[in-house]
């Protein structure tokens, strides 16, 4: 049996079980995906312990990618710890790339012996992952006797699953009829660039790859699909709550008797139950539910706040909410100055001004401000716009650049460089043996690099090199000394590949470290949640717990922390605690410090599946964010930068 998830189901158990249900396949929210994992291999640890007093074999259907991992871990830790074995497991993967060796550093079967065989006792010769090694015109047969291998074997007892941002399910892209069988697949364009991640670039990224199909995934007896991170929150909405449809496949998985989605929060934040709960079940109307319920009224309904009716309230699943404040009229007014409030052109307080309702305290008047940036352009991309206020405003900003952000250098922007120094010592005639051996090295490197081969030390420190000259340039041109720029370069980033290391405590200690030496009044950090495992993720953590490690100090108890957005997503409208706003001039003037980052323009390596430049995707989300502000009847301004305050 799964533990308990945080959030009850609301269609298929407990007291959300309401009139008005929208969730077609059960779905279990859980904190984070540590504790949902947890819960996924514990179940099944106790399938195969069923089938072992059984004497019969367990015979598991496996995912790759990045969701399982932690699922993976978990019956790792169990083996070892608890010694629960897989000597009765048989196992079938799902898919791999077409054509992929499998000792390639991104084929799936190399992923499975890293991520789970090596470590655990199933018989080799027990698992089975699709061959990317045939010739095409042989995938067909072999595709069928992988099906066939299925059903001999008796059908597979557990289907594990991830899900694609397009609602891919295996490789089953949109388009996939619901009797497929294994096949060979051509890959989406989304998840090409989503997979480009780890072959270096889109035009290695494999174009096919072969499949189990929809009918074999729904012909296990159970199947529970993983889902984490905000980035997957759309298309589990549609798959839970939408019409079974081609275009989104996982939605297919509402017609098998026995599927569960297990999910954190952060994927779950498109559900009604999370978006709108009013609408599952009664609700305390604190005022954030407040908040939330008349922004999302207003924004439904396409009627600015003031102009919201009792009917409006009573219409919509919120005639709670006025029983509980009156009428619609002083719900309005008071949720928008509430908003209003949240709106100030004085991230750092504004001097000698009444600041009851202002988000930051007006003193002390200069404040020291230390902004955490994830990677050397964060600083820029995601406050640009508040960053250059602060400093206008007489602050004394420094930017902690959490981490090198080396891997997102291209290779012949590297070599670019690296030649340039070697060329520039011949010029000039320096002699520096040891700076010519690392630039020559890591320039020999570059141009004998086979493809998905690892950077060597030298090529990170050179590709290292070049981001922090472009934040020093960022910083020039916003205007502080160079020496309030802290390059920290944190540990757990330094593997040379896109699977980082967890947060260690020399992380924590460089961060505290950091945080003592300025003793800032205000700190700026990413609060990321859209990539669980990512960067953005790791250096919050580390930031959140230096914070809490050092608020017994004097100066901590001074010191007021806002969390920006990344590059993805923002905050939703009710959260919003300080919303930054920018005119047209400030606008362009963030785009050219974000140009700064040469090596982060036209092509990049991480460019992920938004094909938007980095500039581009921050000015259409701060655009977006003055836009919901102005539909909602407040002011218009040109663009907004948006902050949440965390209060420990
Ligand atoms: C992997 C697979 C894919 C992934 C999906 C999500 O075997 O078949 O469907 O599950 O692309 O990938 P992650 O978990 O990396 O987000």
């Not at 000792?103 to 006792?121: C, G, I, K, P, T």
């Not at 290779?411 to 010029?427: G, H, I, K, Q, S």
């Not at 974000?594 to 938004?610: A, E, L, R, W």
Request: glycine fraction near 6%.
């Amino acid at each position: 049996m799964l533990a308990e998830p945080v959030l009850p189901d609301a269609a298929f158990s407990g007291p959300l079980q309401s009139a008005i249900t929208y969730e077609k396949i059960p779905t279990h929210i859980y904190a984070d995906a540590k504790a949902a994992s947890r819960a996924v291999a514990h179940e099944i640890a106790a399938l195969i312990r069923q089938k072992q007093k059984e004497k019969k074999p367990c015979i598991l259907g496996l995912a790759t990618g990045s969701s399982p991992k932690t699922v993976y871990a978990e019956l790792i830790r169990m083996h070892r710890e608890e010694g629960l074995s897989f000597h009765n497991v048989v196992s079938f993967n799902l898919d791999e790339y077409f054509p992929m060796e499998p000792d390639s550093l991104q084929s799936y079967w190399r992923f499975m012996r890293e991520q789970l065989f090596d470590h655990v006792d199933i018989p080799a010769g027990n698992y089975y992952v699709p061959d990317g090694t045939l010739r095409a015109d042989k995938v067909a047969e072999f595709a069928k006797h992988y099906d066939q291998q299925i059903a001999e074997a008796g059908g597979l007892d557990f289907q594990l699953l991830g899900i694609g941002g397009n609602g891919h399910i295996g490789f089953n892209e949109p388009g996939s009829l619901i009797n497929s069988h294994t096949r060979l697949m051509m890959l989406d364009h989304s998840t090409r660039a989503a997979a480009s991640v780890d072959f270096g670039g889109l035009s290695r990224t494999p174009r096919k790859a072969i499949t189990m199909g929809i009918a074999s995934i729904l012909g296990a007896k159970r199947v529970v699909l993983l889902a984490w991170g905000e980035r997957k929150a759309p298309v589990i909405q549609g798959a839970v709550e939408g019409t079974v449809t081609e275009t989104n496949p996982a939605s297919y998985l509402q017609t098998h008797p026995n599927a569960l989605f297990v999910i954190d929060t952060a994927a779950a934040s498109e559900l009604t139950r999370m978006k709108a709960p009013w609408l599952v079940d009664s609700v305390v109307w604190d005022n954030p539910m407040k908040k939330k319920a008349v922004t999302y009224l207003s924004l439904t309904l396409e009627k600015p706040i003031l102009k919201l009716t009792d009917r409006d309230y009573n219409d919509n699943g919120v005639s709670d909410l006025l029983a509980q404040y009156g009428q619609a009229y002083d719900i309005n007014i008071d949720v928008f100055n509430q908003l209003q409030h949240t709106i100030t052109g004085w991230p750092g307080g504004k001097p000698n001004a009444d600041d009851t309702n202002r988000p930051e305290r007006a003193l002390p008047t200069h404040k020291r401000v230390l902004l955490f940036s994830p990677h050397p352009d964060d600083d820029i991309i995601s406050m640009g716009g508040t960053f250059q206020r602060l400093v206008d405003q007489g602050h004394e900003v420094h930017v902690g650049y959490q981490t090198s952000g080396n891997i997102a250098v291209a290779d012949d922007e590297a070599l670019r460089f690296a030649d340039y120094v070697v060329d520039f010592n011949t010029r000039f005639g320096i002699k520096s043996p040891e700076a010519t051996r690392i630039f020559q090295d890591a320039a020999t490197s570059l141009r004998n690099k086979k493809d998905s081969e690892m950077d060597t030390d030298e090529v990170r420190q050179v590709k290292g090199l070049i981001r922090m000259g472009e934040a020093k340039s960022t910083c020039r041109f916003v205007g502080i000394p160079v020496e309030h720029a802290h390059f920290m370069n944190l540990p757990f980033y330094e593997t040379g590949k896109v699977e980082k290391k967890p947060l260690s405590e020399e992380d924590i200690k460089i961060t505290m470290d950091l945080i003592e030496k300025i003793k800032p009044h205000q700190i700026y950090a990413a609060g990321d949640l859209a990539d669980p495992h990512g960067t953005h993720k790791v250096c919050l953590d580390a930031v959140l717990e230096a914070v809490k490690r050092l608020s017994h100090k004097n100066f901590m108890k001074d010191c007021w922390v806002w969390l920006y957005r990344g590059a993805w997503a923002e905050w939703d409208i009710h959260e919003i605690e300080m919303a930054v706003p920018m005119s047209p001039d400030q606008v362009t003037k963030k785009r050219l410090g974000i140009f700064k980052h040469q090596s982060q323009k036209d092509g990049v390596v991480y460019q992920g599946t938004d094909s938007r430049e980095f500039w581009q995707r921050a000015e259409e989300r701060n655009r977006a964010t003055a836009g919901l502000y102005n539909r909602l009847g407040l002011a218009e301004y040109e663009a907004m930068e948006a902050f949440v305050r965390w209060k420990g």
